[in-house]
């Protein structure tokens, strides 16, 4: 079974340009997660989808964030313009079922590390 | 809402020596408890989990944790330590609600095992 996947794995980009990273759950997983994790330090969630519903995205800056999950499977996070202070890694993640209730267990892709210039 | 606290951010242990890794957490409802490991460059695995039952839970790698709900304690342990156990840890936390969604991670600790 396939594990969660993202791209890129390495972005460079100056300040004020976009960016964009994807991602693709673990088959069958209908929640799935977007945290950003700065050097040193835990997770912080961004957004969760069930499906394609977003429902929690209270620490999603929207002024410059904004996520979307077409069709309940995969995602894109997009960041317009990008600020020095976006450098990070930025980690989806996918929860499924056991026994029909969600556990709150998470897979984890590799992440997408973000330098801003 | 819920809060998780690792107090030690990094652990220095010579190898073959014993290692504990502490969690606290604060919630109003019932938790579930988990621990990743985090190696360089790479996303976050899973430990050991505790969702109910016997309070002590064993993982993979020899890591085991027990859960204690009176101290609102979730501390990792393992006997002895290898170098490839260098690594982030991380405690997490899910709570009750409508469902178990919602997870939250600690600030992690950086174990270092010293030859």
């Known amino acids: 079974e396939a594990g969660v996947v993202q791209s890129p794995r390495y972005k460079i980009i100056e300040k004020k340009q976009p960016v964009a990273f994807w991602c693709n759950p673990i088959?069958?997983?209908?929640?799935l997660y977007w945290y950003l994790q700065n050097l040193g330090q835990g997770p912080e969630l961004l957004i969760r989808y069930e499906n394609e519903e977003a429902v929690d995205d209270s620490q999603l800056p929207k002024d410059r964030f904004s996520a979307e999950r077409l069709k309940g499977v995969d995602s894109t996070l997009k960041i317009q313009p990008a600020e020095l202070g976006d450098s990070a890694v930025y980690l989806c993640a996918s929860s499924g079922t056991s026994g029909g209730a969600n556990t709150g267990e998470l897979f984890f892709g590799e992440g997408s590390r973000l330098t801003v210039l | 809402a819920q809060s998780v606290t690792q107090l030690d951010s990094q652990v220095p242990v010579f190898e073959e020596a014993p290692v504990e890794l502490r969690c606290n957490y604060s919630?109003?409802?019932?938790?579930?408890l988990f621990w990743y490991v985090q190696y360089p460059n790479q996303g976050l695995q899973l430990l050991l989990k505790?969702?109910?039952?016997?309070?002590l839970v064993k993982g993979i790698n020899g890591f085991e944790a027990e859960f204690n709900k009176s101290q609102t304690s979730f501390h990792l342990r393992k006997p002895s330590v290898h170098i490839s156990d260098t690594a982030e840890y991380f405690c997490a936390v899910s709570e009750s609600g409508t469902s178990y969604d919602k997870v939250i991670f600690g600030p992690g600790t950086s174990l270092s095992v010293i030859p």
């Open positions: 505790y969702l109910s039952g016997s309070t």
């Open positions: 088959s069958g997983h209908n929640t």
């Open positions: 919630s109003s409802v019932s938790v579930y």
